[in-house]
C-alpha cells in the first residue's frame, strides 16, 4: 500500500485516535498517522487540522487545529 502524505500548509480533516498530554494522535482517512498539538477533540472526533510538517521517512505529520 502506498502511503500518500500530507504536504506542509495542507489543511485536512483527520479523526483523533488517542488525546495525550502533548497532544491529540490522528489519523488521515487513509491511515496516515500524525500528531496535532495542542491536543483537542476525544477519541473519534473528526478535526480539520493545518498540517505544519512532515517526516516523510517515518511517515507522519504534525499539526495545528484549522483556523
Same mark, same amino acid.
Given at each position: 500500500? @502506498?502511503? +500518500? &502524505?500530507?504536504?506542509?500548509?495542507? =489543511? +485536512?480533516?483527520?479523526? =483523533?485516535?488517542?488525546?495525550?498530554?502533548?497532544?491529540? &494522535?490522528?489519523?488521515?482517512?487513509?491511515?496516515? %498517522?500524525?500528531?496535532?498539538? %495542542? *491536543?483537542?477533540?476525544? /477519541?473519534?472526533?473528526? &478535526?480539520r487540522v493545518t498540517? @505544519?510538517?512532515?517526516? /516523510? *521517512?517515518? *511517515?507522519?505529520?504534525?499539526? @495545528? %487545529? *484549522?483556523?
Amino acid at each position: 500500500m @502506498t502511503v +500518500i &502524505l500530507p504536504t506542509s500548509g495542507d =489543511v +485536512i480533516d483527520v479523526t =483523533v485516535t488517542a488525546v495525550k498530554p502533548f497532544g491529540s &494522535l490522528v489519523e488521515t482517512r487513509d491511515g496516515t %498517522p500524525g500528531l496535532v498539538r %495542542p *491536543a483537542r477533540g476525544a /477519541q473519534g472526533a473528526v &478535526l480539520r487540522v493545518t498540517v @505544519t510538517d512532515v517526516d /516523510q *521517512a517515518e *511517515a507522519r505529520f504534525t499539526a @495545528t %487545529p *484549522a483556523e
